[in-house]
């Protein structure tokens, strides 16, 4: 069973930086790539940006000035950081696992998604 | 505003059947597969539907998803009042190179 286990700093002041981190049990770590999303209060879900074993990352255009994402393989466990907060990056931040692979194991390049998700960690951005 | 566009509330009655549309474009919908994500309260997401109609394992056969074109559809047969809860559609986004939501669904079940 894959188990995302998730930490990092609930309370930041503005213009600190937010720093998350994931922890995978279970299953194949590089065979899939990594995310985080957001979900700030009583809105919807925003995706925040990923990354694959070797690095390669993709982020949300509307983050990626502030955004890095890192990935440490050797303990299965890949971050979150984004600069410069302020009160709008208050939010529940989620991450998960993402998924190219049907039930037979087969690759499909078209289709992707997000099948284990952390439990979530609250930041919230105040002075 | 959210690229995949949904209703952002659904109801009804137990044992009825309700539907939840969502809605894109070519770059994402239109040239891949979707996914239907189910969160109840105070919770994380939960995968309820990828691939346009796939169910992982575990998820009822009440489930089901659909998808035409640049359009797609989440059906829920035989309410039950645990499915209250928002449903999201999601896709990856070719031209902004990105996974993108809907704004999400708040089903009732009256």
């Known amino acids: 069973q894959v188990q995302l286990q998730q930490w990092g700093a609930g309370l930041l002041k503005p213009s600190e930086t937010l720093s998350l981190a994931c922890a995978v049990h279970?299953?194949?770590?590089?065979?899939?790539?990594w995310n985080w999303i957001r979900q700030s209060p009583g809105k919807g879900l925003d995706w925040i940006g990923e990354i694959n074993h070797s690095g390669a990352t993709n982020y949300n255009p509307s983050l990626t000035s502030r955004v890095t994402i890192s990935v440490d393989t050797a303990k299965s466990q890949f971050s979150l950081k984004l600069s410069s907060v302020t009160a709008a990056d208050t939010a529940v931040y989620f991450c998960a696992r993402g998924n190219y692979f049907d039930s037979s194991g087969f690759y499909y390049p078209t289709m992707y998604y997000l099948d284990y998700w952390g439990q979530g960690t609250l930041v919230t951005v105040t002075s | 505003q959210s690229v995949l566009t949904q209703p952002p509330s659904a109801s009804g009655a137990p044992g009825q059947r309700v539907s939840i549309s969502c809605s894109g474009s070519?770059?994402?919908?239109?040239?891949?597969?979707v996914n239907w994500y189910q969160q109840l309260p105070g919770t994380a997401p939960k995968l309820l539907i990828y691939s346009n109609d796939q169910r992982p394992s575990g998820v009822p056969d009440r489930f089901s998803g659909s998808k035409s074109g640049t359009s797609a559809s989440l059906a829920i047969s035989g309410l039950h009042s645990e499915d209250e809860a928002d449903y999201y559609c999601a896709t990856w986004d070719d031209s902004l190179i990105a996974v993108v939501f809907g704004g999400g669904t708040k089903l009732t079940v009256l």
């Open positions: 279970g299953g194949s770590f590089s065979g899939h790539n």
């Open positions: 070519s770059s994402n919908i239109g040239s891949n597969t």
